[in-house]
Nanobody, 117 residues
C-alpha cells in the first residue's frame, strides 16, 4: 500500500513559478515510476510529466521546457517545478505512482494551481 499527498499549489500570476510536492509513504520500494497529471475545469485529466526510478523523464508538449519533474535521493518525494506559468496551466494537479508496464496504482488527492492573466 502506498499513500500520496500533494502540496505546494496556490495562486500565481502568469509568468510566475510554483513548485509542487508529492510525498509518498508506505511500500515505496514497490514503485518505479511517478508522475503528475492535471485536470482543468471542463477538461479531461491529462499527463503532465513522468519520471522513472532510473531517472528517465517525459513531458507533455504543453509544458516541455517550462516544467521539471524530479525526485529526492530517497525517492519518497516527487517534485514538479513549474516556471513561466500560463493561465492554461490552471488545473488541479495530481500525483501518481506505479510501476513500468503496470500502470498507475496510486493517486494523490490533488492540489489546486491557479494562474491569473
Amino acid at each position: 500500500q502506498v499513500h500520496l499527498v500533494e502540496s505546494g499549489g496556490g495562486l500565481v500570476q502568469a509568468g510566475g513559478s510554483l513548485r509542487l510536492f508529492c510525498a509518498a509513504s508506505g511500500n515505496i520500494f514497490s514503485l518505479n515510476a511517478m508522475g503528475w497529471y492535471r485536470q482543468a475545469p471542463g477538461k479531461q485529466r491529462e499527463l503532465v510529466a513522468t519520471i522513472t526510478s532510473g531517472g528517465s523523464t517525459h513531458y507533455a508538449d504543453a509544458v516541455k521546457g517550462r516544467f521539471t519533474i524530479s525526485t529526492n535521493n530517497a525517492k519518497n518525494t516527487v517534485y514538479l517545478q513549474m516556471n513561466s506559468l500560463k493561465p492554461a496551466d490552471t488545473a488541479v494537479y495530481y500525483c501518481a505512482a506505479g510501476r513500468l508496464y503496470r500502470g498507475w496504482s496510486y493517486w494523490g488527492q490533488g492540489t489546486q494551481v491557479t494562474v491569473s492573466s
